[in-house]
């Protein structure tokens, strides 16, 4: 059974960092497909916000480019998420996904809340 758990979320000031963990079982992430975070802000649809692909090349929209950076440690099966200069409109659930494609991803974690407040 795939197991994705999320952790690090909480509640922060406009400017300060944050380093979310995604913890992986029955899934090696050394060898996936793609690996990738999420966000869902309220009342909004779900984004895609940081991709980490087989060959390492990693992908960010614009709204996060510079401000957040995806990476991985194999050793311990577990992704990450450094957000740095966070901005209230970076309020949202974060979900951490793996496997498939990057667009579709096979595998979901259950969400750690991020709150920014100005």
């Known amino acids: 059974q795939v197991q994705l758990v999320e952790s690090g979320g909480g509640s922060v000031q406009a400017g300060g960092s944050l380093r979310l963990s995604c913890a992986v079982s029955g899934y090696t992430i050394r060898t996936s497909s793609c690996m990738a975070w999420f966000r869902q802000p309220p009342g909004k649809e779900r984004e895609g916000i940081a991709q980490?692909?087989?060959?390492?090349?990693?992908s960010y929209p614009d709204s996060v480019k510079g401000r957040f950076t995806i990476s991985k440690d194999n050793a311990k099966n577990t992704l990450y998420l450094q957000m740095n200069s966070l901005k209230p409109e970076d309020t949202a659930m974060y979900y951490c996904a793996a496997g498939g494609d990057c667009n579709a991803p096979l595998y979901w974690g259950q969400g750690t809340q991020v709150t920014v407040s100005s």
């Open positions: 980490m692909y087989f060959s390492g090349t990693t």
